[in-house]
């Protein structure tokens, strides 16, 4: 049996989709604010902090919204 490595990847398609519409989001000042989203796009503290940075709100249940 032959044993091929391949190098790491990064995240698959749909999570960079998702996250460059984030992103787009952020950037598009028409969109009202604040913009939430609601779970985590991807589990990895430093791509969730960048989007707190960019003023994507977490929410972790729709409980965590106050109507």
Request: charge should be negative; hydrophobic fraction near 50%; charged fraction near 20%.
């Amino acid at each position: 049996m032959e044993v091929v490595k391949i190098s790491p990847r990064g995240y698959c398609y749909g999570v960079v989709d998702a996250m460059v519409l984030a992103r787009q989001a952020a950037q598009n000042l028409d969109l009202p604010r604040p913009i939430y989203i609601l779970g985590m796009i991807v589990h990895n503290s430093h791509v969730t902090n960048s989007f707190e940075d960019e003023a994507l709100l977490r929410l972790m249940a729709l409980i965590d919204w106050k109507f």
